[in-house]
Every structure is written in C-alpha cells, then in structure tokens.
C-alpha cells in the first residue's frame, strides 16, 4: 500500500484521475453524472455531480477499504493520533452507535451521563445495553448541565464493577469539558473502556489553547463530527480507536448499520477536510479563537447577556471550557434563548445554531467573517434594545434528572399505550421527547413521566423549540408501557 504524507487526499486525488480516464457508466447512480436530470445538474452544478459514484475498483468500497479509502483513513488516524479511523457517512451519530455496539451486548451494563445525545440511547435500544446514569450536575444560574464528576464516576464503578464501558462527552454543545483524562485512568483500571462523543470537538485535536482531545487522553473510541468543525459536508463523520479494540470487530460493527452505498462526496470532503487541519488547522483555530473571543466581548458588554468562558471552570464537574463555543445566556433580558434565536432568524437573517430556555449557541468556525460577528452582536444590542422585558416568570432548568424504570430497550419493544399528554403522570415513557438542537433526551425510554418534565415540555413548545421523537409529532399524546 502506498505511504502518503498529510498533504495528500488519496479519495479526492481517485476521483480526479477518475474524472480524466471518462469512464462510460453502466453502474449506479442512475442520474449518469447528471446527464439523466438537468435540473439537478442545474442546481448543484456538473462538477458535484460529475463525481457522485458508486464504489469501484479505483476508488475502493468503504465496506471493505483495501486502497485509497484505507490510505485515507490511515491519514487521518495519524493525524488525529489514534490507532485506527473509519469514515462514517452515517453522521456522527452511526459513530456513536458503533461505539456502544462494540462495548456492549445484549444486558452489559454502560456508564453514561445522562445528558447524551439520542444516538447513544438508541443504541442501547439496538443492542440491550443497559445504562448506568451518572446525572450531570447543574449550573443553577444558566440553566444548563455540566460535566461528569469524577467522585460520581468512581462511585458508579464501585457500584458497577461489571460495567463494560464509561461514555464520555467532550465538550458538551455548550463548551463543557469533563476531566476526561481522570475518568479514562479509571475506566482503564477497572477493566472498561472510555468512550467520547467528540461531536463538537474535532477541533480539540490541533490546538493547544483548547481542552484535552479524547484519544489525547487516552480514550479508546472516540466519535467525531467533522462536518461540525471539521469543514466537511454535513453528515460526514469519522470513528477513532485505540490500540485496546480490535479494529476488525469494530469494523464488522459499523457494518451492521452503515450503507453499502457511501457517498464520495462526503468521503472526499473528509479527506479534503482531514488534510486541511492536519495541515493548517492550528492556525484557523487561532483565528476562531480570536473571533469568538472579540464577540464574546462586545456581547458582554452590552449588557444583561452573559457570553461566558473559561471562569466557569471548577476543576470538577467543569473541568475544562471550549472557548471556541460562543455560548450566551439570554435570560436576563426576559427572553428565551430560543426567542432570541427565533428573532435573530426573523427579523436579522443571522441563522444561529440553536436556542434553548435560557442560552444561544452561534457556532463561529473557520469560515465566518469579522464582519458577520459584528453583525450579529449588532443584533442582539438591538434585540436588547427593542424587545427587552422584565418581570417574566421564566422556566428555570434546562435539565430534569429523569427517573429511570428500566431499560430502553425493554421500554421501546414493550407492549404500549397512546395516552394524551396530560395524562401519562406516573407512567413509563416507551418513546423519546426532546428539543433538536440539541437532539438530548427530556425523556427517554424506560423514564418516569412527571408533572415537572410536562411543564417543561409544555414550556418549551410554547417557547418555539423544535420539539421531536414521539410517534405523534404534535406531542399531544404520547406513548408509555402498559
């Protein structure tokens, strides 16, 4: 196999000889390079279309990589300091799911916070894994969950010695960072594995101004959205592992669920992309660094809202902070982060990430501009100005530790029942409910439904946030266990 160095992009340089050898296609996709729909070709241009394939001898099989696509994940293990990498085109959440697929099966028990993205509760509905919570703590003032203590994830193993693994998020989508390496150490002695949803931390691993990436600290898989931070095409994503998994077996994992018929755009975008940072990724995270803070800045001093950093850290349960994360709470100018969000969209035309009860998220990266900062802290000056409110009684928490009954995978295959919202108190939720972004769980699966988390589910809808997971998409009923 050839050697190539991180200036190389074996998929894109495929696709380009490719290109020039004019193959005839008698093979799938069956637009033909977009001669079978103009309009298509029209609206995403010929050269996109021109190298939307299928797999072929040239260009490798993503389900069985022997060439180029093996060259290129060899890369980006290199890059990324891990034994092994697999492009993921199922997104970052098929990542997280081959993660616990591969620690756990059918009634292995997985220590979790319970602040996870869905991803990683679904796969414990695929494969029977049955989760240990370590409940977040919380930060009362912004309303929103923390890191994992380690005190709570030793007291965890201690309870669970049979645990298979401890899952990790690093950051959190607000910046939070855990003591990642403190809870490796322990996960490693006492025979489980680290796992970390890195989906908002590619950017961890080519900078020394930020926290500690996972494979840094000696996780042993890690699931990265590259499409977050990264600059690849949405959707694309890449799993790290360490030298503690076998990498065949992982593979077979990821098998299970990832498509025969991978895109090359968005294997080549994580080619292109890993390139990219391997080689100029210090100094664009420099630059993201100094944008956010010169917002987070002019934001505080406008008054009222908080863009808050690294004061947060207590050596605990925040152990660290992304200062690439322009996290602001929102509540004291008496709006909904979700309303400032709605209004920043509205009436700005500035798109930010999302919005919840109490804080924004603008996600700043390589390709935002001085001038686009300005304009949206701009906005919300004005938005400050024109729509400020006191005295409105205001939800408080952004996170309701749940009461857990039994195991998602029980719950979500359990005889069920579709009852009115209003009247589920007491019972067990068989289905999710959450507010995406962020895409984690109000309930999950196997929780106690309360009067509390329908407050705030009827808050939060009233509020504007997108709200998804149950069967009835209007979520006025829901189902729970007979």
Known sequence: MEYYSQDRAPILEALEKMKRARLVPFDVPGHKRGRGNPELTE??????????????????????PVSVIKDAERLAADAFGAAHAFFMVGGTTSAVQAMVMTACKR???????????????????????????????????????????????????????????????????????????????????????????EAHGSHL?????????????????????MHKSGGSLTQSSMLLIGNRVPEGYVHQIINLTQTTSASYLLLASLDVSRRNMALRGTEMIDKIIDQVEYARDEINTIGDYYAYSKELINGDSIFDFDITK????????????????????????????????????????????????ERLVSALAE??????????????????NPQVICGPQEAFYSEKESLPIDQTVGRVCSEFVMCYPPGIPILAPGEKITEEILQYIRYAKKKGCSMTGPEDMNIRFLNVMK
């Open 326 to 373: 322009l996290s602001v709470y929102t509540r004291s100018i008496g709006l909904a982060g979700i309303e400032v969000y709605d209004i920043l969209r509205d009436e700005y035309d500035i798109q930010t990430e999302f919005g919840d009860i109490a804080n924004l998220l603008a996600y700043v990266s390589v390709g935002d501009r001085l001038k686009d900062i």
């Open 107 to 197: 009634g292995d028990k997985i220590i979790i916070p319970r602040n996870v993205h869905r991803s990683a509760i679904n796969a414990m509905i695929l494969c029977g894994a049955v989760p240990v919570y370590v409940n977040p703590q919380m930060d009362s003032m912004l309303g929103i969950s923390l890191g994992m203590s380690v005190a709570d994830v030793e007291q965890a193993i201690r309870e669970n010695p049979d645990a298979k693994a401890v899952f990790v998020n690093n950051p959190t989508y607000y910046g939070i960072c855990s003591d990642i390496k403190s809870i490796a150490k322990l996960a490693h002695d006492n025979g489980m594995l680290l796992l970390a949803d």
């Open 383 to 400: 938005i400050r100005r024109n729509y400020r409110q006191t005295g409105r009684k205001m939800l408080k928490a952004e996170y309701i």
């Open 43 to 64: 609206f995403l241009g010929e050269q996109c279309l021109s190298v939307d394939v299928n797999s072929m001898k040239m260009l490798d099989n993503l389900c069985h």
């Open 205 to 225: 691993y080519f900078s020394d101004k930020l926290p500690v990436a996972a494979m840094h600290a000696d996780a042993d898989m890690a699931a990265l959205s």
